[in-house]
Every structure is written in structure tokens, then in C-alpha cells.
């Protein structure tokens, strides 16, 4: 059989002597072109690789570092979004995973067994609350949870053995803020492992590991994708961790990610920090609106003064995110009124996205939580949560400013 029309090994180019900015990372990192010279990224769209001889498929199983196995394990356009983004987080690996909830239970169900104990930050994502507050405890793990950022209350949690601790900043939907560095000293004393997610700061806004964390994951549903069409997930960090934890759980158990969605995810990195950027400048323009509204009781936002963090926010992330919490003076009925007037923010919960999204979170997101841990995160039926898009501000102020008049 000849090889196809015009396939040609490409000549290897040097790679760059200097440093390379985030943003050159998430348009080149990763690019493994094929015999073809596509210019984009190609898609693998397959599950499984062949061997020229039986000795081959002997060798690369014995030792599975340069041929590919199986799109469980590792597949081409994976390995593209993975190099990619563990480029732009400066992070030594990264794993790729079919959701942010596959993420986040395997960057814990690896590292922990039967006596081990969890501490993490009391608000967070409703499903993330699940895992650490009725999936762990199952299987003989315990928790703590931690509110606020007093680290004298972190340093009572952290005086006992700890296995991993589990942080949320900010927080989905109010915005709250955890002190990355300061719960990270702290868990290093008793040997903890941190894991941060960064969800809601997305890899432009805010690099954990560079503050100390361990270990950063992602749902790449939201800003990496940014544009509503896929569920994706990520888990970052050091080899050690990556390969002697890591992966050992996740080749058995399953999560991956589907080569096609790694391929949009991969084109998504190209843009995502012109999207990001844009998002928080619209993001602190629509918060600032916000807040002068008699109509409203509370903006969550960190990049507003008002925020009870805002100081630490501002130094550990590069802007005020993308995502707004709202409390209004009015019930919930008068909440549903505002969000039935709107004409161009829908209603959905999904967020990170370039279309700007709105959600009643009580009755959503966190609809799953008992009215007491809602309570306990500050989510009463007065709660909205705004996630602010790509269209032109002055365009998302109109209509905010019709539906609440
Ligand atoms: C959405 C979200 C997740 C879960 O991600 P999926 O891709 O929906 O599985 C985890 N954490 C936070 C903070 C989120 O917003």
C-alpha cells in the first residue's frame, strides 16, 4: 500500500530559546502536526492504534511512553488540549476528563482510603458538596468544611491529619474568596495534598499552583469551552502526583474525554483569553450598574470594593472573574418577574459562556442542597446568579435596566 497523496514526515523546527507568554501558549502549545502539514489541529477521531509487528504492541505496553494504546488511556487531539493547557497553567501535566464532576471526584477519589480526612472550603458547587459531603463519607472518609478565610479557624481544621483539601475560589455562585496561599501553607504542615477549583477564575484569571496549591482542576465546560457545546473536564499538576496517583485511578475507572470534544476544546484555547478578558471587563462595568440599583440588596462580585474579599481577591487574581452573585430586596416571585422581562440575558444554568447567562441557583444549580447548607452559603430564594457574555455591555445594561424599571 503507498502512503497517501502528499504525506510527508515534517522537518522538525528549534523550538523558541525564550520564555513564552500564557497567550502564545493557547494558540501553539501542544500542536503535533500530522505527515499532512495541516495548519489547525487535526482530529483523532478514534479509539484505538495499530502496530507494524507483534513485537511493537509488546514493547509499547511494556514501557507506554511513545506509542499510543487506546483513547481510554491517551489519544493525539487529548494529548494537544492537555499540553496545551498545561502550558498556559504552568503546570507539568495535565489529565483531560469527560466533565468538571469527573475532575473533581478523581482529583480526590485517587489520594484518598478508608480513615483518611478531607477538609475544604464551606461554599462550593452543589455537586462538588455531594461528593465530599455523602459520596467520601461512604466509604469511610471524613470531612470538615471551613467557612470564610480566618486562618486561625483553617489552622484549628489543619491540626489533624489531613489527606487533601478541597477549595472552591471563588465560589459558585456568590463569588466568595479563599486565600490560596495561606490554606496552602497551612495544609503543607500536615501533609496535605490542595486541590483548588478554578472554575470560576478560569486559567486566565488565576494560576493556584503559582500560589501554592498542588493541584488545580477545571470544568473546561465553562470558559475553556466558552461557547455552550461541550462537557469537558481537566486535573493539573506535578508529575508525582499526575502519575503515581492520578492515573493509575483514571486509566481504569474511565473519565476520558471524547477525542471531538478535545478537538473543539483545543480551538477553544486559541481564544480564550480574548473572551475571558472581555467577559471581565463587561463583567465589572454590568457589577458597578448593579450596585447603584435601589432594587438591589447585595452585588457579589470581586472586583467591586464592596466584596468582603476584595483586597485578597485582587491579589490573587488577575481580574474580578466573569460571574456575578445578585441579592435583591424583592422574593422570589419578584426575582422571577426580573428574569422573565429579560430579552437578551437567558435563562440558563450553565456560565463562563460568551452568551450572557442568568440563574436562580436556589432553585437550580444548588437546588440539590438542604435549605440549611444553602442557607450556610448565603443562597436564599433572593439569589441570582449572572454570568456576563460576550455581546456589548451597553446592550446587557439596557437590559437589565428595562427588566428591573
Ligand atoms: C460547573 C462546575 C463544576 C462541574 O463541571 P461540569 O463540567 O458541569 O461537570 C465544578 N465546579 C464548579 C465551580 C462549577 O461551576
Known amino acids: 500500500m503507498s502512503t497517501p497523496w502528499g504525506y510527508r514526515p515534517l522537518n522538525a523546527r528549534e523550538a523558541p530559546t525564550w520564555q513564552l507568554h500564557p497567550q502564545t501558549h493557547a494558540v501553539r502549545a501542544g500542536l503535533a502536526r500530522s505527515g499532512f502539514g495541516e495548519t489547525s489541529e487535526a482530529l483523532y477521531l478514534n479509539s484505538g492504534f495499530t502496530y507494524s509487528t507483534a513485537e511493537e504492541a509488546f ?67 452543589s455537586s462538588c458538596h455531594v461528593v465530599i459531603t455523602e459520596f467520601l463519607p461512604k466509604w469511610g472518609v471524613t470531612f470538615e468544611l471551613v467557612k470564610g478565610n480566618d486562618p486561625s479557624v483553617w489552622a484549628r481544621a489543619l491540626s489533624k491529619p489531613t489527606k487533601a483539601v478541597f477549595i472552591e475560589t471563588p465560589s459558585n455562585p456568590l463569588m466568595d474568596i479563599v486565600d490560596i496561599a495561606m490554606v496552602s501553607d497551612l495544609a503543607h504542615k500536615v501533609g496535605a495534598t490542595v486541590i483548588v477549583d478554578n472554575v470560576m477564575a478560569s486559567p486566565v484569571l488565576q494560576k493556584p499552583l503559582q500560589l501554592g496549591a498542588d493541584v488545580v482542576m477545571y470544568s473546561a465546560t465553562k470558559h475553556i469551552d466558552g461557547q455552550g457545546r461541550v462537557l469537558a473536564g481537566a486535573i493539573l499538576g506535578s508529575s508525582s502526583y499526575i502519575h503515581e496517583k492520578l492515573i493509575p485511578f483514571t486509566r481504569h475507572s474511565g473519565p476520558s474525554l471524547s477525542p471531538f470534544n478535545a478537538w473543539v476544546l483545543v480551538k477553544s484555547l486559541e481564544t480564550m483569553h480574548l473572551r475571558v478578558e472581555r467577559m471581565v471587563a463587561n463583567a465589572q462595568l454590568i457589577a458597578e450598574y448593579l450596585e447603584a440599583r435601589s432594587e438591589i440588596k447585595a452585588v457579589r462580585f470581586p472586583g467591586l ?8 481577591a485582587m491579589k490573587q487574581m488577575s481580574g474580578g472573574g466573569t460571574t456575578i452573585g445578585i441579592e435583591f430586596i424583592g422574593d422570589q416571585s419578584a426575582v422571577f418577574t426580573f428574569m422573565n422581562r429579560l430579552r437578551i440575558i437567558d435563562i440558563s444554568n450553565n456560565l463562563g459562556d460568551s452568551k450572557s447567562l442568568i440563574t436562580h441557583p436556589a432553585t437550580s444549580t444548588h437546588r440539590r442542597l438542604t435549605p440549611e447548607v444553602q442557607a450556610e452559603m448565603g443562597i436564599t430564594p433572593s ?15 439596557k437590559d437589565l435596566d428595562q427588566a428591573l424599571n
Open 383 to 397: 439569589v441570582l446568579r449572572l454570568s456576563v457574555g460576550l455581546e456589548h455591555s451597553s446592550d446587557l445594561i
Open 59 to 125: 514493547d509499547s505496553f511494556a514501557d507506554e511512553t511513545d506509542h499510543f494504546l487506546y483513547s481510554r488511556f491517551h489519544n493525539p487531539t487529548i494529548a494537544m488540549f492537555e499540553q496545551r493547557l498545561a502550558a498556559i497553567e504552568g503546570a507539568d501535566y495535565c489529565v483531560a476528563t469527560g466533565s468538571g464532576m469527573s475532575a473533581m471526584f478523581s482529583s480526590l477519589a485517587c489520594l484518598v482510603e478508608q480513615g483518611d480526612h478531607v477538609v475544604a472550603s464551606a461554599s462550593m458547587f
Open 305 to 312: 470594593k464592596s466584596h468582603p474579599d476584595y483586597e485578597l
